[in-house]
């Protein structure tokens, strides 16, 4: 849950994905201004996504925070603005104590709130998903929540033995779906089984159960729903899943999605179930600049020929084409330089 070792800068799905969700708050906007938002969220040391939401959305009003004290020292230093507060409390904390927290952090006449759970240990995912549930229960119409888990199968096994035999595939399957099961409980989806624990079943049981702990806590007779504006699943090394949505008026559930023209956004989820594979390999400088040069006009097959290679590491070029189109503006640039 912490983000005290992780390179950010080396992720380059992880920058994909926030960017993207970056350009899900901008469209957002054509509903609710949110410059008077307050932002919550981990943010790790970098404050990656605090300098953007500032930057590009103008909000002002920052919270960061995480349950290691070195991290949250790292986070004062690297504040994007002098108002930024990064605070030292655990998740299911900051939910406990919502309002309190906004209220230390000078945040009360914030008009909303986006908040964003980042996490990243899969043994914890039941109370990942209870925390999820807390957190709407506190919210309101109008207000924003992205969550991000672990969705990476192989991490859903006990560590084994050194010198253990190698287990047959299907023990291995059923050993995961166990663990999940025990771990998530009463959110586990009916029907999963040990053939959903695979890199597409299991981000789906996922967000199944985020789904029904999102029903639990704004029940269908209730006057607002949440609902899932853009669903997501990437691997920088370990896959993860990540949920954004807003809290919103049943009756003016349509109106607000025509708002946001959802249809014509490529990373746009209609249901819980609409999971979108981002595919974002490592490109050279020139492969990115002839990608860029070429992606909106020329077919994929001339620009996979003048390439003239078909997988860039354990990636399809024409799979990554596909997915690339939509999101090449996003696209990292890392620059190598020397002192």
Known sequence: MSGQSLPYHL?????????????????????IPLNNYAYVSMGAYPLEDHKLVHRLIGITKLIAFDMESD???????????DACHCIH?????????FDQVLS????TDATGVVVWLDYTD????????????????KLKAGDIVRVTVNAHPNDLLDPQLPGSKPILATEKMEKQFLNLKSRIGEFL???????????????AVLAESFSS????????????TFCPLSVVRYADGQQMLSITGTIVARADVDTMLDRLDMIDWPFGSASWSEIHNLVVPALTGRE????ERGITSRPTQDLIAELGFETAGDVGIEDFLASYRNYYRFYPTILSAEF
């Open 71 to 81: 991290v949250v020292a790292r986070q004062k230093f690297n504040r994007p603005i």
């Open 189 to 203: 989806p009916s029907g999963t089984a040990a053939a959903n624990m695979t890199p597409h079943g299991l981000p």
């Open 122 to 137: 899969p043994r914890q995912i039941g109370r990942q998903i209870r925390e999820f549930q807390a957190l709407l229960d």
């Open 213 to 224: 702990a999102a029903l639990k806590a704004l029940p269908v007779g209730g006057d607002t």
């Open 104 to 107: 230390e952090c000078n945040c």
């Open 11 to 31: 992720r380059p799905h992880k920058t994909v994905d926030r960017r993207l969700f970056l350009d899900l708050l901008a469209r957002f906007e054509r509903w």
């Open 288 to 291: 990115r600049l002839f990608l």
């Open 89 to 97: 409390r655990e998740a299911g904390d900051l939910i406990s104590n």
